[in-house]
């Protein structure tokens, strides 16, 4: 399917609509308009409409868009009709976390492996997964054949290991290091940066503040 | 300062000039132009000017920008020009993550006080705070003055929490439960959604495959 030129907003949104259409898949509702979406989504009926046009258009006049078929579209849209193999790097608090989580799980992301650098943590186990030492890592991925790296260490250490990964076959970076991380066309790099994130929180308090 | 109008993209886009201003102080950089920041930044050298400008231009025909001033202005922009007190609620793997974090004290946001509902968690310590009783937190709340609570519980009993915090007088709230809360006017929202980064990952990667 050629979905070309799909704005990147548009894109962020689709998670979202995932997201609610599973729930109401798991309520057994079958189909639901676009106002009905909007009641529950809190985009404007028009805007979903024009968002779910972009692929198609999955709804029909008079009877709204059928749960299931889009439910499935747009998870075919976003890729998670397929199964990834993913691995953990860094397995402080932050990546337990990430390991512990078991919502990627159900949406066909598994990690296969937990690496870290520390010599204290190799060897112990979170959830039957044992923490693999670093330097292993390239053998690992080339082995496995692992798409996605969940990369959780420091900042510092962070854009070499990297190279490493990407060197040894990884197509998609999931990063939490607080850093831009340089990779060669064609490498997906997600970037979660928590810190901006609070800075926008901030933003958004002062300015209601000051505009009361 | 009258900042109306000015458009969430740009907004998203200064945590990150921040940040990288913060990084060239730290250098001893005293002065730059839009086209060496847009070198380190990855933004076009034009895209800084006009998102600078949005802000009144500090920048200087032949100059450039003053480094120290415009991190200090785009700090104030941001609101860390004053600290902020926050409670986390929910001590999990990710609660623990983000207490042992020290660049969110470095920008001016200090962890108060940790909740837990777990009684084999309250009573424990992390980072010399001791985990309270969820069942005490309006009063903490009242009692200590606190902005920000940072909301890391599942889902279930998250929107019931926030109706009791935002009645004690919560102001923001950086949630990481995957819902979308609904709060009054005037309280502010910070969503961090990994499933949603996750997905935006899959369907970037999808469409590089596709597009070989």
């Not at 529950?40 to 299931?68: H, K, P, W």
């Not at 296969?112 to 997964?129: C, T």
Request: include cysteine; charged fraction near 25%; glycine fraction near 10%.
């Amino acid at each position: 399917m050629g979905n070309k030129n799909i704005s990147m907003a548009v894109i962020r949104r689709l998670p979202k609509y995932y997201r609610y259409l599973g729930e109401l898949l798991e309520d057994d509702v079958q189909r639901i308009s676009s106002k009905e979406l909007s009641e529950i989504i809190g985009f404007t009926a028009s805007q979903i409409r024009q968002d779910l046009n972009n692929f198609g258009g999955f709804g029909q006049q008079g009877y709204g868009y059928n749960v299931e078929a889009l439910h499935a579209e747009i998870g075919k849209i976003l890729g998670l009709d397929k199964p990834y193999n993913a691995i953990l790097i860094g397995v402080g608090n932050l990546g337990q976390a990430i390991t512990n989580y078991s919502g990627f799980r159900n949406s066909g992301f598994e990690i296969k492996a937990l690496f870290d650098a520390n010599p204290r943590m190799i060897g112990l186990k979170i959830r039957d997964l044992e923490i693999l030492d670093s330097d292993t890592i390239e053998e690992y991925i080339k082995k496995h054949d692992i798409d996605i790296a969940i990369v959780c260490i420091p900042k510092n250490g962070a854009q070499e290991l990297i190279d490493r990964i990407v060197g040894a076959g990884i197509k998609g970076i999931w990063n939490f290091a607080p850093i831009d991380l340089e990779v060669p066309k064609g490498i997906i790099v997600e970037n979660v940066n928590l810190t901006e994130s609070l800075f926008t929180l901030s933003y958004l308090m002062k300015e209601t503040a000051e505009n009361k």
